[in-house]
T-cell receptor, first 109, second 117 residues
């Protein structure tokens, strides 16, 4: 399984866009990029996923580079409730998913 | 409908005891995953079921760990002769489709926090 690299922590001002990067340089052609977030004492929550095209939903946007070796999760208008650990994972949907240690995003008023 | 539920939410065991952790996935979900999450770390994959078949158990750390899903719905993770290093949050997740689907969002339960004294 491809491994991912994320910065351990980031800060963002409330109301501003939060851009969370992820490197997945060993991703293979049939692997998807998924993003989850985990708020303290809860299970991870799905945010968005993509293969090679950029994606947008009601929560976030996902920008995947053309070579697919990295991606960025964008929260367009961060709120205090977006403070969480964000995980970028790659999976070939064959079952196993490998989480790293994620990025702790702190949204500050 | 209800999400993924896990029980118990908290479990304290003495070293050497056996424990059983239960996961009730979302009804109709084909895939079921177990993860172990140590404090301050991301979830680590333990095992994967597609219906009742255990297709991947490569993440189980030792033969003391055993998981089953006999009827393709409820799953139990059993840990025999618990040790202190087994202390962690055990997360269960289910997803609607099986292997090979291009869309496989995992829905996580709240986890069971196991503390081994």
């Amino acid at each position: 399984d491809a491994k991912t690299t994320q910065p351990p922590s980031m800060d963002c001002a409330e109301g501003r866009a939060a851009n969370l990067p992820c490197n997945h340089s060993t991703i293979s052609g049939n692997e998807y990029v998924y993003w989850y977030r985990q708020i303290h004492s809860q299970g991870p929550q799905y945010i968005i996923h993509g293969l090679k095209n950029n994606e947008t939903n009601e929560m976030a946007s996902l920008i995947i580079t053309e070579d697919r070796k990295s991606s960025t999760l964008i929260l367009p208008h961060a709120t205090l409730r977006d403070t969480a650990v964000y995980y970028c994972i790659v999976t070939n949907n064959a079952g196993k998913s490998t989480f790293g240690d994620g990025t702790t995003l702190t949204v500050k008023p | 409908g209800a999400g993924v539920s896990q029980s118990p939410r908290y479990k304290v065991a003495k070293r050497g005891q056996d424990v059983a952790l239960r996961c009730d996935p979302i009804s109709g979900h084909v895939s079921l995953f177990w993860y172990q999450q140590a404090l301050g770390q991301g979830p680590e994959f333990l095992t994967y079921f597609q219906n009742e078949a255990q297709l991947d158990k490569s993440g189980l750390p030792s033969d003391r760990f055993f998981a089953e899903r006999p009827e393709g719905s409820v799953s139990t993770l059993k840990i025999q002769r618990t040790q202190q290093e087994d202390s962690a949050v055990y997360l269960c997740a289910s997803s609607l489709f099986g292997r090979g689907s291009s869309y496989n969002e995992q829905f996580f339960g709240p986890g069971t926090r196991l503390t081994v004294l």
